[in-house]
């Protein structure tokens, strides 16, 4: 019966996730907040949607939104594994210049507590996030009417159109306890979405 026992609690431990980590692999947090032992190192996946995580491809296609602030901005999302819940997000958006070296267009920086949908495990996702398409990679679209009323100020020599640009998303994550990802795609902006 004792042997059954410990059979039955070993195969509840693998299933939930808990077995203990092999020594020397274990991060144990020292700080207030997040008390988690991880195991593994810490991935980090780009998506998009502001409802959900929704799976981001490369090159796939990204609805270019027309804001109800007027500016525009692409949707973005992140699912997170082996990192506290806790996390500062980055969110980056970046075109390629003639030579093909990157240009970064706007970065947004959170702290967020990220939604676990179980108990147990280490996935957990934010979503709600945008990276900022600054007036002058804005499309052709919807702001044409406010022109007479909008001046873009932005002190760069770049410019262009984002949907004609080849552009990239890219998020990082980091927990309290300096533990980070990060991830990118190459995505194929579309205007507009209102």
Request: charged share 25%.
């Amino acid at each position: 019966m004792r042997a059954n026992s410990f059979v039955a609690s070993a195969a509840l431990l693998l299933a939930s996730g808990c077995m203990p980590c092999p020594t020397g692999d274990r991060f144990e947090s020292e700080l207030p907040g997040c008390e988690e032992s991880q195991c593994a190192e810490p991935t980090v996946e780009v998506g998009t949607s502001s409802t959900g995580f929704e799976i981001l491809g490369e090159d796939q296609e990204v609805p270019v939104v027309f804001g109800p602030q007027g500016g525009y901005h692409v949707d973005a999302s992140v699912r997170m594994q082996h990192l506290c819940p806790i996390v500062r997000i980055k969110v980056i958006l970046e075109v390629e210049d003639e030579s093909g070296d990157r240009v970064e267009l706007s970065s947004e920086e959170h702290r967020v507590q990220a939604v676990r949908e179980t108990s147990f495990g280490t996935e957990q996702d934010y979503w709600g996030l945008t990276a900022v398409v600054p007036c002058n990679w804005w499309p052709e679209g919807p702001h044409l009417a406010l022109a007479g009323s909008f001046e873009c100020e932005v002190e760069s020599e770049e410019s262009g159109h984002i949907d004609d640009a080849v552009t990239w998303l890219r998020i990082e994550a980091e927990d309290d306890n300096g533990r980070r990802g990060d991830d990118e795609r190459r995505i194929r902006p579309q205007c507009c979405q209102e």
